[in-house]
């Protein structure tokens, strides 16, 4: 049992942001089918992807992106270090820390369009 430590938290958010990521993927297969409606229909959908709330969602899916992937590179290298099992907990930081590195200007840049 994880008990609130560095792995329970890793895992849980692992599989939260695969969920999101999940969700993303059969939206945007639904809104790529709305082509075969014409592109006015395909239009009117994308359209609303302009609308700030929505950026909100696009920044919530870089979070979620890069969490995942950065946490599956933590992942990668415990299972196949056999050192890395014992430090996973600084593994874990330094995933935070390298996560806020690349993800703050991201998203900054993204909002500034919004602003």
């Known amino acids: 049992m994880y008990r609130g430590r560095e792995g329970m938290?890793?895992?849980?958010?692992?599989?939260?942001?695969?969920v999101a990521i999940l969700i993303f993927l059969l939206a945007h297969i639904v809104d790529t089918m709305l082509l075969g409606w014409g592109p006015e229909v395909y239009d009117?959908?994308?359209?609303?992807?302009?609308?700030?709330?929505?950026?909100?969602?696009?920044?919530?899916?870089?979070?979620g992106v890069l969490y995942h992937a950065l946490n599956g590179i933590r992942i990668f290298i415990i299972d196949f270090?056999?050192?890395?099992?014992?430090i996973q907990?600084?593994?874990f930081?330094?995933?935070?820390?390298?996560?806020f590195i690349l993800f703050v200007p991201?998203?900054?840049?993204?909002i500034r369009s919004v602003l």
């Open 106 to 110: 991201a998203a900054y840049i993204m």
């Open 44 to 63: 009117k959908v994308v359209k609303l992807y302009a609308h700030p709330g929505l950026m909100v969602g696009e920044i919530a899916l870089l979070a």
């Open 89 to 91: 907990q600084r593994l």
């Open 9 to 18: 938290w890793s895992y849980f958010f692992h599989r939260v942001s695969g």
């Open 81 to 86: 270090t056999s050192l890395a099992s014992r």
């Open 93 to 99: 930081w330094i995933e935070i820390v390298v996560f």
